[in-house]
């Protein structure tokens, strides 16, 4: 059984910074592309970022290019998000995910997800 464990969310001004993980057990993690989701009170899950299991391709919603960098540490079996320059919009529960096959951006392509973090930004 796979397990991802999110750990990093919080409360921050607009305009500072987190650093959200994502610890995977259960499966060779290093066969698995990673992907970062969040999902708004009254929204849909929407796709943030992604990496594939070489860290050599990453992927972002045009809303969080050049604030948030996902990197992945496959000695460790963890994923980070690093977003910076938050804005209160990014305010949502961010959730890890792990797939093998299909789209990177698709929500239904990731088979295993943590529990998500919260993540708060005041203006």
């Known amino acids: 059984q796979v397990q991802l464990v999110e750990s990093g969310g919080g409360l921050v001004q607009a305009g500072g910074s987190l650093r959200l993980s994502c610890t995977v057990s259960?499966?060779?993690?290093?066969?698995?592309?990673m992907g970062w989701f969040r999902q708004a009170p009254g929204k849909e899950r929407e796709f943030v970022a992604a990496?594939?299991?070489?860290?050599?391709?990453?992927y972002y919603v045009d809303s969080v290019k050049g604030r948030f960098t996902v990197s992945r540490d496959n000695a460790k079996n963890t994923v980070y998000l690093q977003m910076n320059t938050l804005k209160p919009e990014d305010t949502a529960v961010y959730y890890c995910?792990?797939?093998?096959?299909?789209?990177?951006?698709?929500?239904?392509?990731?088979?295993?997800w943590g529990q998500g973090t919260q993540v708060t930004v005041s203006s």
């Open positions: 990496i594939n299991w070489s860290a050599d391709r990453t």
């Open positions: 259960g499966r060779t993690f290093n066969s698995l592309t």
């Open positions: 995910a792990a797939k093998q096959f299909g789209v990177v951006t698709i929500t239904s392509s990731y088979a295993y």
